[in-house]
């Protein structure tokens, strides 16, 4: 993934910065609790196409 790109992106609904998730190809957005998933290296800046972090999740990432 190229860390260029990642720095650019911001999350659509927030405008909030993004967490690159190397392991879930995902970038996280802990303000809006959204996870973007990234498919052959193209970030899916989608909300629709997002999934909800559960509360673990957003516990976890508010840590990061």
């Known amino acids: 993934m190229d860390k260029k ?9 927030t405008k909030g910065s993004l967490i690159y998730d190397k392991e879930n190809q ?8 959204l996870a973007y998933p ?3 290296d ?5 909300e629709s196409e997002a999934r909800e972090l ?5 516990e976890q990432w508010a840590k990061k």
Request: net charge neutral; aromatic share 0%; charged share 20%.
């Open 42 to 46: 193209i970030p899916v800046m989608l």
């Open 54 to 58: 559960s509360t673990k999740e957003k």
């Open 26 to 33: 995902e970038m996280i957005s802990t303000s809006s609790g």
């Open 38 to 40: 990234i498919r052959d």
């Open 5 to 13: 790109l990642l720095s650019l992106l911001v999350c659509p609904v």
